[in-house]
C-alpha cells in the first residue's frame, strides 16, 4: 500500500483522511469524442469537516461522487478512502469498503417500501452481520439521534418528506461509516423539511462525524463549513464557509 498524502502539513493528527482524490479524471467515450468529466481534481477532505460540493449542472459533481463512493473508478488518479488506496481493488473488495466506511443518503431516500422505519435501518447491519439484538438496539439508537423514536413502527408512506430522509440518513449511520455521503439530499424536500435534515447533519457534524453532500442550494451550503465549486470537471473554489468565530479558528487549524 503506498503512502497516504497528508491533507494538512501543519496538522499532528495521527488518523490519515477521509478522502484523498490526488488528480482524478474520468473520461466517458463517447463515439469518436471523450468527455472529460473530470479533468484533474485533487481534493483532501479529513476526519470531522462538513462539506458541500457545488457546481452547475453537467460540471461533474455525481462523477466525483460516484468515484467517492466507489460506485465508479477513476481514468486515471489516485484515491485514498480512510487510508485505504482503492486502485485496484477488485468488485467484491471495493463493494466491501464502500459498506464498511461509506453512509450513503440518496436525493429520493431509497427506502424500502412497507418495511417500518426501524427496518429499514437495521438492514445494513443485517448485511453486516450483525446479531438481531445489536443491530435492534443500535438502529433505534440511531432513530433516536435523528429525532425520530416515535416513528420505528411507521412504513415510508406514513412519513412525511422529512421524515423518511432523516430515516436515510439514520440508515446511513448506524454501521458507523467513516464517511457520511449525500447526493442532493435536500432536493426532493420543502423549506422546512429541508431544515429538518441539516439540523441532523449539522448535529452529527457536532459529533464527530464526516459528512460530504452535494447540493445546488447555497442555503444548503451555508450551512456546511466548507464548500468546493466545480466547473467543467474541475475545482475553482474551495472556501471555508464556517461563520462568526470558529472561520478563524478553522483557517487556522488548515
Ligand atoms: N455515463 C456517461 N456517459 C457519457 N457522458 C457522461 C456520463 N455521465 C456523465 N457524463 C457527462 O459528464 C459530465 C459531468 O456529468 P455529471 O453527471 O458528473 O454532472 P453533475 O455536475 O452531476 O450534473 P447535475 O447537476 O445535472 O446532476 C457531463 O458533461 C455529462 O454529460
Ligand atoms: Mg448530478
Not at 39 to 64: H, N, P, Q, Y
Not at 140 to 159: F, K, N, Q
Request: hydrophobic share 40%; aromatic share 4%.
Amino acid at each position: 500500500m503506498s503512502p497516504v498524502p497528508s491533507g494538512s502539513p501543519s496538522s499532528d493528527r495521527q488518523l490519515p483522511p477521509v478522502i484523498a482524490l490526488r488528480n482524478i479524471t474520468r473520461t466517458y467515450k463517447m463515439g469518436d469524442s471523450e468527455v472529460h468529466a473530470l479533468a484533474g481534481v485533487s481534493l483532501v477532505i479529513e476526519r470531522g469537516e462538513f462539506v458541500a460540493i457545488m457546481g452547475a449542472s453537467g460540471s461533474g459533481k455525481s462523477t466525483m461522487m460516484n468515484i467517492i463512493g466507489c460506485l465508479d473508478v477513476p481514468s486515471s488518479g489516485r484515491y485514498w478512502l480512510d487510508g485505504v488506496d482503492v486502485r485496484g481493488l477488485d468488485e467484491t473488495r471495493l463493494a466491501r469498503v464502500r459498506n464498511r466506511k461509506i453512509g450513503f443518503v440518496f436525493q429520493s431516500f431509497n427506502l424500502i417500501p412497507r418495511t417500518s422505519a426501524l427496518a429499514n435501518i437495521e438492514l445494513p447491519m443485517l448485511y453486516a452481520g450483525v446479531h438481531a439484538k445489536e443491530r435492534r438496539a443500535r438502529a433505534l439508537a440511531a432513530l433516536d439521534l435523528v429525532g425520530l423514536s416515535s416513528r420505528a413502527g411507521h412504513m415510508p408512506s406514513e412519513m412525511s418528506g422529512g421524515q423518511q430522509q432523516r430515516v436515510a440518513v439514520a440508515r446511513a449511520l448506524v454501521t458507523n461509516p467513516a464517511l457520511i455521503l449525500a447526493d442532493e439530499p435536500t432536493g426532493n424536500l420543502d423549506t422546512h423539511a429541508s431544515d429538518e435534515v441539516m439540523n441532523v447533519f449539522e448535529s452529527l457534524n457536532r459529533a464527530g462525524r464526516t459528512v460530504v453532500l452535494i447540493t445546488h442550494e447555497p442555503d444548503i451550503a451555508e450551512r456546511t463549513k466548507r464548500t468546493v465549486r466545480l466547473r467543467d470537471g474541475l475545482i475553482i473554489s474551495d472556501e471555508n464557509t464556517t461563520r462568526g468565530p470558529r472561520r478563524a479558528e478553522m483557517g487556522a487549524a488548515r
